[in-house]
């Protein structure tokens, strides 16, 4: 892993240990000596309290490039942020893309689905697809 990389995940987790948002968690996995694996980072982003989501925590693993903060984190999540060649700023924290994905949760953009089954029922039966998030919030908080 580069300096920069390394020096930026290092103050990256100093800061989430000093200040991060109630209910969140974001910590480097471990390799098998037992030491600290910056590059792998399980996440948990908790469901907005008053939304459909509330009470789900949503586990993640952020997978860091060596060239980490020029090029975002990846995994299976559409955020625009994330999106190197569109809004993806080197200044964007782990903190920032974490919330962004709870936001996105709360208020999925129609405009860039990410899933098609999620999208089609949003759009044809709301209530449905309401009932549908409650339902893997509760499965996601066991």
């Known amino acids: 892993m580069s300096a920069l990389c390394r020096r930026r995940l290092q103050e990256e987790r100093k800061q989430w240990?000093?200040?991060?948002?109630?209910?969140?968690?974001?910590?480097?996995?471990?390799?098998?000596?037992?030491?600290?694996?910056?590059?792998?980072w399980s996440?948990?982003?908790p469901g907005r309290p008053k939304t459909s989501w509330e009470g789900g925590m949503f586990k993640l693993t952020m997978f860091f490039p060596?060239?980490?903060?020029?090029?975002?984190?990846?995994?299976?999540?559409c955020?625009?942020?994330?999106?190197?060649?569109?809004?993806?700023?080197?200044a964007i924290t782990i903190k920032q893309i974490l919330l962004g994905i709870q936001?996105?949760?709360?208020?999925?953009n129609p405009n860039s689905?990410?899933?098609?089954?999620?999208?089609?029922?949003?759009?044809?039966?709301?209530?449905?697809?309401?009932?549908?998030?409650r339902q893997q919030a509760r499965e996601m908080a066991a």
């Open 113 to 133: 689905p990410a899933q098609s089954e999620a999208y089609a029922l949003f759009k044809k039966d709301r209530a449905a697809y309401e009932k549908r998030i």
């Open 79 to 90: 955020l625009s942020i994330l999106n190197e060649e569109e809004s993806w700023k080197p």
């Open 17 to 40: 240990r000093k200040d991060h948002p109630f209910g969140f968690y974001a910590k480097p996995n471990k390799l098998p000596d037992g030491t600290m694996d910056l590059m792998n």
């Open 43 to 45: 996440v948990g982003i």
């Open 103 to 108: 936001d996105l949760l709360n208020d999925p």
């Open 66 to 77: 060596e060239e980490y903060p020029t090029k975002p984190p990846k995994w299976t999540v």
